[in-house]
Structure formats: structure tokens, C-alpha cells
């Protein structure tokens, strides 16, 4: 079984009834995650700081860690036959980030303006992770995440099953609030620093920018993708 840890990735992991079982600090009181694994008749073990420390790799537990069911990691011919009813459709391609934190705040903000799908290459690239969990707040338990050998061959598989695929670029002419929202959208965001790479670049069918006003070369990744995700459901 995989692990979680911090309050508010129990907390949902729980209400998705995931977890197995909850070690918690001697100290640990919060009346909420409590009644919400004995309601689940989840199995709780009291432990010291230093145990759960160890189970974190030092990383800030919160008194709490859990032992849960594996998330689900999706297949492409998934991802595409499971579509949603009388809604257009948004999912993410992330082109090599690196950044756990960056792939958990990418997952809380595809939660938050339904955005259903991440997806991401198996290899050099960031996947999903207790850190990654953790930092999602929680939104992992409700987001697809499916990973992919080749992201143009991906790519070109969306634009074959109708997604229109836009690539956020700092120096693409067209800022994103001009895009048709009326069809499937695939939005493709860069690694940290170096942006999209050219290939995958040449393979988005527009290229897209988000409108700057200060010196600031550019965005962080996660905080490019909670803005491009918010203007794509803006009516």
C-alpha cells in the first residue's frame, strides 16, 4: 500500500474511503480525522514523532501519516473512453516537470476548475508521490492521472479524438482568454524553466499566452496552470 500524510490528504483520503490504516502521534487530536476513520472502521496505531519522521523522509507529517489504497495511474484509451456527459472537456499534458511540489498544486487546481485528466511521462518526469498527495490537498483523490511513454505521440492521439490542443508559450501571439471553449481542450504546460520543449511545441495546433504586466520572465508552472485552467472555464 502506497502512503499519505498531512491533515487535509487524510482528511480527503478518508472521505474517499482509501485509507487502511492511520498511525498517528501520541498528541494527535484532531476530532475530525478521528471520527471520520472510526466511522470507516479504519485501524489506527499510536506512534512516536520519530517513527512517523521516518516514514516521511523527515517531510512535515502533521502527527499524521496513512497506509491507503494505490491511486489508480490511467491509460491513455482510458482517459478517452471515459467522457464526461453534456460537458466539454479539459485535460493537461505536462511536458517533463520535475517539480513534485509543482505536480500536487497542478492537481488541487485541475480539482477546483475541472479539469479531469493529468497527464505525464513515465520517464523524466515527476509522477505521483506522498509529497505529491500532500500537496494536493487532497484533489489527487478526485483527479485522473495518466501517464504516457511519448507526449506528441499522446498529443496526437487527443487531436485524432477531437481535443484541440493549446501549448502555453510566454512568446505565442495570442493570449488564452481568445480561445473557443466550445470544444475538448488539451492545454500542454512546460517544464520548469525551460518552457515546451519544440517538439511537443510544433505538435500543439496553437500556441498561447498568458498576458503579463511586470518584468518577470515568466510563470511558475503550477501557477501558469491554475490560470490557464480558470480562463478555460471562464464564461
Partial sequence: ??????????RQALEANRVKKLLLSDDFKNDEILKLANLNHVEILRVTKKELNALTK?????????????????????ILASRPVNS?????????LTDPNNLGAIIRSAEIFN???????????VSLSPLVAK??????????????VNISRAIEKLKN????????????????DKVDKSTDICVVIGSEGKG?????????????KIPQLGHT???????????????LRRK
Avoid: H
Avoid at 59 to 78: A, H, M, R, T, W
Avoid at 196 to 208: A, F, P, Y
Fill in 1 to 10: 500500500m502506497d502512503i499519505i500524510y498531512g491533515t487535509n490528504s487524510i
Fill in 58 to 78: 523527515g517531510k512535515n507529517s502533521q502527527s499524521c501519516v496513512g497506509y491507503i489504497i494505490p491511486y489508480k495511474i490511467y491509460s491513455l484509451d482510458e
Fill in 88 to 96: 466539454n472537456r479539459i485535460v493537461a499534458v505536462l511536458d517533463e
Fill in 115 to 125: 479539469v479531469d485528466t493529468i497527464i505525464y511521462k513515465k520517464v523524466n518526469s
Fill in 135 to 148: 500537496i494536493s490537498s487532497g484533489a489527487i483523490n478526485y483527479v485522473k492521472c495518466c501517464e504516457v
Fill in 161 to 176: 479524438n477531437s481535443f484541440w490542443v493549446y501549448g502555453l508559450d510566454g512568446s505565442a501571439k495570442i493570449t488564452i
Fill in 196 to 208: 515546451i520543449s519544440r517538439l511537443v511545441k510544433e505538435n500543439c495546433d496553437q500556441l498561447v
Fill in 217 to 231: 520572465p515568466c510563470l511558475n508552472a503550477s501557477n501558469a496552470a491554475a490560470i490557464a485552467f480558470y480562463e
